[in-house]
């Protein structure tokens, strides 16, 4: 499995092209005197090429299927667009965890986590940290640093024992699109829960997820910096937006989860029109 190749992280961008996933914005004299360089590593336009091999074969499909991931094997064709998700980040109350938008509208988001993903939502807490033997770490370590996500994401096609596809399964999704940090690395402190693959659909992924998101918006609204990264899976607010567009010419789509219906083109469509008319 071959990935494209990921943007460079950040650095000094004078005179450099604008990268998608990444926005210019001025806060003003309030929050920086300067233009701010805001990243965001949720890539969601990579999960359609993992999940395209994953289904032509059989037995990992069917891993995917035991671990209780099955809707990423429908999902439908995905993107993100800067100005889109700015916008709802900012929109983003992190005290109420909801979207508070024009007209009194508030949308809260933890709710609406598992008819978006449709991932598990059980009883068992996902915990970071969780100790690992060196061998199981040596696995996604490269010159003392983590690997980066889709390097894994490569490597897991030829993978077929279910233990080790399901661990690798989950550290590149969670690193490349369920809680991205603020590299393009994967994250090893997920690597104790996700190693204990016969619990992977009792987890309570859609809260991990939510909090994992809120966190990383929290940290981006207190950071004063002019590079910075958000972490978490952003893409579920633009998902979560569409469902509420209230517009005569828009048809928002029917379906579940979410993630399998809401495509890029409904993005194209609520991005070629002013956010604040469309509720």
């Not at 109350?93 to 978006?116: F, H, Q, T, W, Y």
């Amino acid at each position: 499995m071959v990935m494209p190749p990921e943007p460079a992280p950040c650095a000094d961008h004078s005179g450099s092209k604008k990268r998608d996933n990444t926005m210019d914005i001025d806060y003003g004299p309030s929050r920086s005197a300067k233009s701010r360089r805001i990243d965001c590593r949720c890539s969601p336009h990579l999960i359609l090429p993992i999940m395209k091999l994953i289904v032509e074969n059989d037995e990992q499909k069917g891993y995917v299927r035991e671990i209780g991931f099955e809707s990423f094997l429908s999902m439908g064709e995905l993107e993100m667009n800067k100005a889109l998700n700015l916008w709802l980040v900012d929109k983003f109350n992190c005290d109420s965890e909801a979207l508070e938008l024009e007209g009194g509208i508030s949308i809260p988001i933890r709710p609406l986590v598992k008819s978006v993903l449709g991932i598990p939502s059980g009883p068992i807490q996902v915990v970071e940290g969780l100790d690992v033997d060196d061998a199981l770490k040596d696995q996604y370590t490269v010159n003392t640093r983590a690997k980066y996500a889709k390097d894994v994401a490569n490597e897991m096609s030829s993978i077929t024992d279910k233990e080790p596809f399901c661990i690798a399964f989950m550290m590149a999704i969670l690193g490349i699109y369920l809680a991205p940090n603020t590299s393009l690395t994967v994250n090893r402190a997920f690597l104790g829960a996700v190693k204990q693959v016969d619990k992977l659909k009792e987890m309570d992924w859609c809260n991990f997820v939510a909090t994992y998101l809120f966190k990383g918006i929290k940290e981006f609204k207190e950071s004063n910096t002019t590079c910075v990264t958000i972490k978490g899976c952003v893409h579920i607010l633009s998902v979560i937006f569409i469902d509420f567009v209230k517009d005569a010419a828009f048809e928002v789509p029917v379906g579940f989860p979410r993630l399998g219906v809401v495509t890029k083109k409904h993005i194209k469509w609520v991005v070629s029109h002013p956010f604040t008319s469309l509720m």
